[in-house]
């Protein structure tokens, strides 16, 4: 666009034509004051009427947010008459804003009252009227006080615009003018989803967090940067603190993710911090019960009773689960420990639960097992394949990406899962496939693809290998013979194979829909082949996206919490890899691949694991067939676990330490889009707690190995030296947005997508796939499909989320969600309890009578200890990557009279 | 579109079906939310939390955009109404010819004040400015049916005509 000249309060400036006068102000560092505009979010409604500018030749003031420049124009911000022009404005607006700064928790941080401040508005010359709205406090994160409304709408394009909720509009007119709530409903019983978005915008006191309220001003908090801890999206955020608490979560609009949007969890989910059932000293227990003990008691114990097994019955016996809730260093630190101090490679975590068919899958198809593409990337893609991943759940930053891709960028998107999520709404076409026959519906998708000569051959010829023999496969999928397997028409297999070959760019992205089966590992690389045969991998904006569940599962993998990995994915089988770590750890290391999670429990069970050490993970809530895995841990021998919470599986341990939150220690996690971001340390360990890392190496002390830190950044440069991906991650270099791995070397500016030119193994390999049915289907006595997941409001085992308040409020109870049909063949009305029973266990709980349920299907999440899931679940694993199958088992559903 | 607020009364289940045929006929229209909310104001008289989150359904819109339109416009009620609607103008020509006058005999005879029903349902009165028949000013609207060149002395004669 063309350059133009203007003159800015005496100042003269090139800028581009178009460019609006407030951007053109901000550019030339001079401040117009705003309410309503948000320029950086493209939000410009001139409403206000408080950016009004003096241009010269003009006869009105004109409106900064909207008036673009022109050749020549001659501008002046803050002249007598537009000083004049906002008092008025100001004016009007405080004749029924309520003048209670003294007790308004914006006070400090109110535009209102900075602008009355500047232009010295005591009191308005137009009287005073009545505005008294009642006060909604009917949400319990959000309070609306609709009588300091200014009616800016800033709320109103968050919530439609950004987040696409459409739970608030401005309604009414006039004098009468307020922003509604759906209907004009409390804001609790609209369709508002409490992400608290609309609070991050708000320039004045109408919209206030209410867990923060009277806890401090806003000049009383000092702000510490930080990851959230929740999901795999990596938001950063603040973490407001007074007094050596975190009050409360403010938005960072520096967060290269998520700029200044957060979720339900990442915004209001940070109360279980300070929460009174944090554990606070090392306890032990004897006879049955805990008891309170010191670090050395603690430490003294662990050491004799590894030391002891490990003499008795050989490293092997012995095993350690790292935790993807934990840093990258302590990741690390563990299984350092477990490999070096311990001896064995028994080292493992959820990831085998989550996503260890991604690993496996897309490291034998590509080479490396992560999202290709970078979050800000699925916006730009043409389409989209979505499968098996309720992103806006599970993923809600991420969802947005795909929302603005559709609504404000027109890619298509095709939704292949068997639940009406929300995004459905968004879809051009929704496949609903029968949970569990995934290969066979890609190997449709491609039989199109290939038979409509749609395919990329210069990609395939050029980049790929093992071509012809898929290709044989792939030829007796016809659309008809997937249609009788899935159950998703033959018509539409076609329009979205269409879809998917021709666009320009389409991303697949995926989660545990895909993964969490005994043919996950299948199913990723059908994943791979689809992208490789339509030439969508490799490039900016498309690719294959697996989206990691927990905030650092994917940094728990890369730093080799893996029995058959260290840290990069270096092969423990590999000789000089051994080498080089032995070399530098200097002790002798084991070079076989040590058990998966699922195994270890059963090694537990039958007595062949004798000691664990579990940090920060709960697997008597998150493994599958509970009774079986609880039955395990109540044999091992000698348990020992550190958390925060008495978790499920802390009750079951001999030696209980405490751990600290994300926001008492120092540290790095990796998001889901391979990002090394720092967590920071905001507030000191509370009681007699530790951060994770100190464990580790004051427990390694103890048994005779020097490891010895002062603080996670040396741990970093340790394995920088060790890890080729990360040999360029330094802490000095992750301040400004972190760096995205592989980052080899400190001049290396990260990687944003992967495969480009060259795939990590060479040539991208084509694996022929055959459709396998699911371990156990329904049958007489059996007859549903049972199916898990996660839901917005709390996160996996919720030993956090259902300690958060406001969260547990809102999502109270488990729930069965069931087909309208199913429920009335069951005679059961929305709310009556249900028994869910499988082969391996049942449990109760409420029916939510749901169309997002297919008929046949019942859905749950896992959350809830006091109806778990995984009671029911099946523990058949994936052959190659050991991934339990949670997604599809069968059960049985009896109304409870 | 045809009003049917004069019809025989029908069932709740009737109304639905006929907002909804309507409704589904327009299906992607850009800017029928107004027509719709129009006619569903005619089928039930007034456009309750129900009739309003049922459009907003059956539209699939946000119950939030649909609930902004309806407060927006002073013609949108959400209170039932009487059996009959008296909407006197007030535009600048009636005004001129003596409507406040007739409003406040209107006011005095019924008993009710703008925006409100008479206890028996018979009548409800509303006010609007300009009814665009300013050539017989001053005028009133009763229902769909125009009263023009209307006097205090004439009210009582025309209200007898609606039962």
Redesign the interface.
Known sequence: MALVHITIDNQKLEIEEGTTILEAAQKAGIKIPTLCAMPELGFKPGSCRVCMVEVEGLPNLAASCVYPVREGIVIHTHSERTRQARKVVLELLLTDHPLDCMTCEKNGDCTLQDLAYELGVKESRFGRGEKKLPLDESNPFIVRDLSKCVLCGRCVEMC?EIQQT????????GSKTKI?????SDLRY??CVSCGQCIAVCPVGALIDKNAQGKGRTWEFSRVKTTCNYCGCGCNFDFNVKEGKVVKVTSNPQSVVNGINLCVKGRFGYDYIHREDRLATPLIKKKGKFEEASWEEAYQLISDKFTQIKRESGSDSLAVLSSAKCTNEENYLLMKFSRAILGTNNVDHCARLCHSSTVAGLAQAFGSGAMTNSIKEIAEASAIYLTGSNTTENHPIIALEIKKAVTKKGAKLIVADPREIELVKYATLWLRQRPGTDVALFNGLMNVIITEGLEDKEFIAQRTEGYEEFKNTVLRYTPEVVEKITGVPAEDIKKAARIYATAPTTSLIYSMGITQHTTGTDNVLCTANIAMLTGNVGKENTGVNPLRGQSNVQGACDLGALPNFYSGYQKVTDTSVKDKFSKAWGVDLSDQEGLTVVEILNAAYEGKIRGLFIMAENPAMSDPDLNHAREALKRTEFLVVSDIFMSETAELADVVLPGVTVAEKDGTITNTERRVQRVRKTIEPLADSKPEWQIICELAQKMGYKMNYNHPGEIMEEIAQLTPIYGGIHYNRLDDGGLQWPCPDAHHPGTKYLHKDKFSRGKGKFFAVEYKEAAELPDEEYPFIFTTGRVLYHFHTGTITRRSKGLNEIYPEPLVEINPQDAEELKVKEGELVEVASRRGKIRAKVQVTEKSGKGVVFMSFHFREAAANLLTNAALDPVSKIPEYKVCAVKVQKIA | MECLCNEKELTDEQKYKQLKEFIKENQGKRGYLIPVLHLAQGIFGYLP?EV??FVAKEMDI???????VV??YSYFRTFPTGRHTITVCLGTACYVRGAKKILEELEDQLGIKIGETTEDRRFSIRVQRCLGSCGLAPVIMIDKDIHGRMTAKKLGAILEEYK
Do not use: H, K, W
């Open positions: 439609n459409y739970a608030l509009n401005v309604g009414y007119r509604i709530a759906d209907g004009d609209s369709e | 939390r309003q989150n946000p119950v939030s955009m649909v609930t902004g407060t927006f």
